[in-house]
Every structure is written in C-alpha cells, then in structure tokens.
C-alpha cells in the first residue's frame, strides 16, 4: 500500500455565499483551521456578526493523517443530523481537512421539513467549499537532531545533499536542529541519523 503523504486543505477564508429556500436564507462560510481554539474564534465572530440569526451550524475536521483525525457535527437545534452532518459530507467530499465550515441560518417563516433543511444546509456547504482556493499540502514530520559542535559538518551535509527543510536551530557547544521531512521520506531520513556516530534524533512529531 502506498504511503499517503499529502492533504487538501484551503488556502483562505472565501468570501460568503448565500442560499435562499423559501425566506429562509443560509450564509456559508468555510476557514481553514488547525486547533480547536481557532474554531472558537470562528465561531464567536459569527455569532457577533449574524447575532439575529436563528441558527449556527457547523462541522469541522483537524487533522492529516488516519491516526490523528478529528470531527465535530453541530445542528446547533435544528432537527437532528439536518445540518451539521450534511455540512461535514461536504467536506468528507471534498477530501479535505483542517478545514471549518459554518452555516449561517436566518428563518424566513416557512418551516422547510428534514429534507429541505438537509438540503439547504449541504448546498451552502458545497457553495462555501466551491468558492475556496483548494491547495494541496505534505504531510511533515518533525525531527530534533542533536549533536556536538564538532559533529557539525556531517550533520549538514546530510540536510544539504538530502535537501531538508530546518525548521529551527541552536548551534552553540552542543547543537539542536529541528528538521521537518515528508513523511514517505521520515523513516530512512531517521535512519541515516541514527546510524552517525555521536548524533541522536528524535521525532517530534505530525
């Protein structure tokens, strides 16, 4: 099986649409995220900004790799899985993820049932991710190499020949360079460390 190594996310946060069905009308909005707290952020901003609004649902998905995903459906008292499951099949259609969409609802007076809701809040999701610039990124592990100043010249040449990309370094007695590495490459980049003499590495992580 082939490692997969990259992810679709969304550049930026596109501007608004609108769906209307019967009065109600149903503001999109899509954010690229990558913690919880920005979600929070997101969503109080909305909340302040449509704050005659009926209705905030939302979903979103953290994470790029199997092991580390996360999801959140929120119908916010809508009927249930009406809108925030609707919402993240939109995003599970896409493929894509560190990603939160909102849909903003202003009820119109005419009651829409479960399938007009579902429909409604699915389309304005759609809109929203249509509208966004999609990318494509790697997916990184982090390394620390650690290693004595003498150690210095093999340790680079290493980072040059194999082209890494250093995320941070302190280079003084003892020397610490955070290196960041695809994850298709991690495991022989790992090894190629581990095998120098007097250099420890040590993963840090997705």
Not at 39 to 53: F, S, V
Not at 56 to 77: H, M, P, S
Request: glycine share 6%; aromatic share 10%.
């Amino acid at each position: 099986m082939k490692l997969k190594d990259t992810y679709k996310t969304i550049k930026a946060a596109p501007t608004e649409v609108l769906f209307k069905d019967k009065n109600s009308k149903f503001y999109g909005y899509a954010f690229p995220v990558e913690s919880e707290d920005t979600i929070k952020i997101h969503l109080e901003q909305l909340k302040k900004e449509h704050h005659t609004a009926r209705h905030w649902c939302y979903a979103y998905q953290l994470g790029v790799t199997e092991k580390n995903i996360q999801f959140r459906a929120n119908d916010d008292g809508e009927p249930n899985n009406s809108a925030g499951m609707p919402i993240y099949g939109q995003i599970q259609s896409f493929d894509v993820t560190n990603i939160l969409i909102v849909v903003v609802r202003y009820f119109g007076g005419v009651k829409l049932g479960v399938g007009g809701l579902i429909n409604a809040y699915r389309t304005a999701a759609q809109m929203a991710l249509e509208k966004s610039n999609i990318i494509t990124k790697t997916i990184n592990v982090q390394y620390v190499v650690a290693f004595d100043y003498k150690n210095m010249n093999k340790v680079m040449r290493i980072i040059k020949e194999r082209n890494l990309t250093v995320v941070n370094q302190k280079l003084e007695l003892t020397c610490e360079i955070t290196i960041s590495v695809r994850l298709k490459e991690s495991k022989s980049i790992y090894e190629t460390f581990k095998n120098l003499y007097e250099v420890e590495i040590e993963e840090l992580g997705i």
